[in-house]
């Protein structure tokens, strides 16, 4: 375990299980504190207690919101900035793919809200406690699905035709655009930002979503990382010394990769994200 003086603030949303606990628990081990964003109380308390159990001397916190809602992630930003003053690694791991069309109480798609305009506005919202690092870090994770979607700028959030495999590849890019332009915005600064595709990994993830991609997970489980090894690139980002002034970049593998040609296009970057402060009041 790291002295206090070493101890690092490690925030990862969608903590509760997949990914994200394998992600926290690896961190736990690492001596960082861990703060584990959950929608679910009952899901987050027993995530601590199993990771507890792994981890005996972990330092975890845990913090509510469901971040399909754009006032949650304003109340937990709210808790997160006045208990955290310095914010060492921001990991925006919460996602989902959709099943049904969904609408948020905002009047987004479900996946649009959830998996995009909630990482982009916590982290702006975040900002302060992130530069008072002396390295800070910001890590979304997105996915290859990202090279199958496409931003349709005029109907953006609120789809006219709905398939929830586009509108979950659709938020995927959005994730790489935000990535790249932050990393741009925050160019000067000791902030780095950076992306990864975490592999297809066996967790509950599309479990919500429609029997066609119910079913699909449930075959392709047999051939499906551990979310342990799905962890393991995120963990590199959030840890590795090596990375110190690498940003923009997307990662696989623990690797540094090419994204689709469409996620390096800076100027439909620059577009999305005045959409997304435009959609998200920012």
Known sequence: MATDKETKVMIVTGASSGIGKATAEALAKEGAQVVMVCRNAQKGEQAIADIKKKVPDASLDLYLADLSSLEEVRRVAQDLKENYPVIDVLINNAGLIPGHQETTPDGWEMAWATNHLAPFLLTNLL?????????????????????????????????????????????????????????????FTNLTVNCLHPGVVATNFGSNSNFFIRSLFRFSRLFMKTPEKGAQTTVYLATSPYLKFISGKYFKNSKQVNSAADSNNAHVARRLWDLSAEQTGF
């Open 127 to 187: 900002m302060d406690s992130l530069l008072a690092s002396e390295q800070g870090r910001v890590i979304n994770v997105t996915s290859e699905a990202h090279r199958l979607g496409q931003i349709d700028f005029e109907h953006a959030g609120k789809p006219v035709k709905y398939s929830a495999i586009t509108a979950y590849a659709d938020s995927k890019l959005a994730n790489i655009h935000f990535t790249y332009e932050l990393a741009r915005r925050t160019e």
